[in-house]
């Protein structure tokens, strides 16, 4: 009984509004847990089941019929949430290699809606009141999944605790808004950018793709990621008239230039190798 989850549209910054609640947004993979009839399973918001993928999630049986929608995630022993390591978890086949990380790195499931419970579709009913039903609902009595906190009407307080414990950012949701499988306004994002200058230092052949270096501790460059998303079509048409006079050498996938163009992206965070997490062009740099 998959339900395509609602989906988020995108605040550029935070607020304060009475109709809203504000919830921390988690750093992992959105996840619609579905228990019917004793048989549970979990998918992610593509309906592709990765049940087997979590068996710490299922260590305790569900004990009425419900539909959950929250977030898969690995929190480290710092207590800070892993990304790299959710996906890992994700991507993971074998049987011996699923029971050995779910060990290494134990998942929960943070869950902020319920959608159907003991046999009514709750999708039409308020965020609220599902809150409410949520809060009451016979949750199995398992570690590994909680319910998601949430504050009244003070986005702006809450994005700046989220800021200063270095978290992904925080939703935003209108209080009366019924459940849509789609994206709405009714729901928003506000994203807790990094943002960092980096060096254009070639592009990709085939798709799009700007190839970026930072400077590391000595002042040389290093291969920091590619900027896929973000730029005009004046800012493409004013990058290309330029590159072609820095080319330094090519191969099959890409093409690659002196260090002249620099440019300010925004992004998630940084991966634990180094690279730049789905970097977001911004602007140009002028020097």
Not at 71 to 99: K, L, N, S, Y
Request: hydrophobic fraction near 40%; proline fraction near 5%.
């Amino acid at each position: 009984m998959f339900i395509p989850p609602m989906l988020l549209e995108t605040a550029q910054a935070p607020f304060n509004d009475s109709k809203f609640i504000y919830e921390p947004k988690f750093d992992g993979h959105r996840a619609i847990l579905t228990s019917i009839n004793g048989q549970t399973r979990i998918y992610t918001r593509h309906n592709n089941e990765c049940t087997r993928q979590y068996p710490e999630l299922l260590a305790v049986p569900f004990g009425e019929d419900m539909v959950l929608d929250g977030e898969i995630v690995c929190i480290d022993p710092t207590g800070a949430v892993d990304f790299e390591a959710v996906m890992t978890r994700f991507q993971a086949r074998r049987a011996d290699t699923i029971q050995r990380l779910a060990e290494q790195l134990p998942s929960s499931l943070v869950v902020f809606d319920i959608l159907y419970y003991k046999g009514q579709d709750l999708r039409g009913l308020s965020l609220m009141e599902r809150k409410k039903v949520l809060a009451a609902a016979a949750l199995p009595a398992n570690k590994h999944i909680s319910i998601v906190p949430y504050i009244e009407g003070a986005g702006e307080a809450l994005y700046a605790d989220i800021c200063a414990r270095h978290m992904e950012g925080i939703v935003c949701k209108r209080m009366d808004s019924t459940y849509v499988s789609r994206r709405s306004p009714a729901w928003q994002k506000v994203i807790n950018w990094t943002y960092v200058d980096v060096w254009i230092t070639g592009y990709k052949k085939e798709e799009f793709g700007w190839l970026v270096a930072v400077e590391d501790g000595s002042g040389r460059l290093r291969p920091a990621g590619v900027i896929e998303f973000g730029p005009n079509k004046d800012h493409k048409r004013e990058f290309y008239r330029v590159a072609n006079s820095l080319k330094s050498g090519e191969d099959r996938n890409n093409v690659y230039l002196h260090p002249f163009i620099r440019a300010k992206v925004k992004t998630r965070n940084w991966t634990k190798a180094g690279m730049l997490r789905d970097p977001v062009f911004v602007e140009f740099l002028r020097s």
